[in-house]
Nanobody, 115 residues
Framework: QVQLVESGGGLVQPGGSLRLSCAAS???????MGWLRQAPGKQRELVAE???????TYVDSVKGRFTISRDTAKNTVTLQMNSLKPEDTAVYYC??????????WGQGTQVTVSS
């Protein structure tokens, strides 16, 4: 079981960048890690995921702009977000899935893209 704490959200202008970080309380070596987001009035969607084996997937809307990475030595996962658009505005959640497919969630961090 791990606890997840996100950081790095905030307000940025369109075209800007933010870097989200997720710190886990324990080893994430055998976890699939991901970032999901939820905008007002919309369902939560998977933005990016990286498996324990390093396989990465992105939702089409962020391909080429967002990069997910993991550091198993530091038990952290980051989401580098470039060329941000107003439609990227949402609460971003860090997610972990263990080998038994149990889910763990962070508290969420707000990302607002606005001029």
């Amino acid at each position: 079981q791990v606890q997840l704490v996100e950081s790095g959200g905030g307000l940025v202008q369109p075209g800007g960048s933010l870097r989200l970080s997720c710190a886990a309380s324990g080893s994430i070596f055998n976890y699939a890690m991901g970032w999901l987001r939820q905008a007002p009035g919309k369902q939560r969607e998977l933005v990016a995921e990286i498996t324990s084996g390093g396989y990465i997937t992105y939702v089409d809307s962020v391909k080429g702009r967002f990069t997910i990475s993991r550091d198993t030595a530091k038990n952290t996962v980051t989401l580098q977000m470039n060329s941000l658009k107003p439609e990227d505005t949402a609460v971003y959640y860090c997610h972990a899935l263990d080998a038994r497919r149990r889910s763990y969630w962070g508290q969420g961090t707000q990302v607002t893209v606005s001029s």
